[in-house]
């Protein structure tokens, strides 16, 4: 079975100052793993993903996450955050199902909080 | 192109009522997705539809059903509505069957009282 593990519930950070959230996952299949963005009332924005190639991987709005094979990883980072960047953040695996398609397991979720 | 849209909004039913929720794809997206996001539970999946087959279901009652339509649109439906039901259901839609990222719509916000 996948799993996800988003170890910070909360991570206050103050604006200009970089971030990194964290994720791990399980998985005993190849992965592909993915981060959204969920800003209140909203659905979820994809971020970024990882599908193969290069562990570093770069997405929208100047965050990045870096793929980790060996520490089942797969952190989010962005150099310098906005206060804009105040939202929940999803790290997902996905996870091929028998009947084909796919369906993605999320974490708990991070709520980044970013202050002047 | 536009999103994933999701009707309606918000929603206020009664325990024991019955509610359809609706969901456009992107255009050209074929495989439909639903997820249930409470607090307490976080995101869950509930089911896909590939070409009108429901191909995947996830770990919910009977009560909690869906359909895709010929032009990729679906819909959910929860009968006999609990309080615990109360949650954002969300709709994904994506290009192709495996992999590819799901695009997420507004979701709708059910509250059951």
């Known amino acids: 079975a996948q799993s996800v593990t988003q170890l910070d519930s909360q991570v206050p950070v103050f604006e200009e100052a970089p971030v990194e959230l964290r994720c791990n996952y399980s998985?005993?299949?190849?992965?592909?793993l993915f981060w959204y963005v969920q800003y209140p009332n909203q659905g979820l924005q994809l971020l970024l993903k990882y599908l193969s190639g290069s562990t570093l991987v770069k997405g929208i709005n100047g965050f990045e996450a870096e793929f980790n094979k060996s520490q089942t990883s797969f952190h989010l980072r962005k150099p310098s955050v906005h206060i804009s960047d105040t939202a929940e953040y999803f790290c997902a695996v996905s996870h091929i199902l028998t009947g084909g398609g796919n369906k993605l397991t999320f974490g708990t979720g991070t709520q980044l909080k970013v202050e002047l | 192109k536009a999103g994933v849209t999701q009707t309606p909004r918000y929603l206020i039913k009664t325990r024991g009522q019955q509610v359809t929720l609706s969901c456009s794809p992107i255009s050209g997206h074929r495989s439909v997705s639903w997820y249930q996001q409470t607090p307490g539970q976080g995101l869950q999946f509930l089911f896909e539809y590939f070409s009108e087959t429901q191909r995947n279901k996830g770990n919910f009652p009977g009560r909690f059903s869906g359909r895709q339509f010929s032009n990729s649109r679906s819909e959910m439906n929860v009968s006999t509505l609990e309080l615990g039901d109360s949650a954002l259901y969300l709709c994904?839609?994506?290009?192709?069957?495996?992999?590819?990222?799901?695009?997420f719509g507004n979701g709708t916000r059910l509250t059951v009282t």
């Open positions: 998985s005993s299949v190849s992965v592909y």
């Open positions: 994904a839609s994506s290009l192709k069957q495996n992999n590819s990222p799901l695009h």
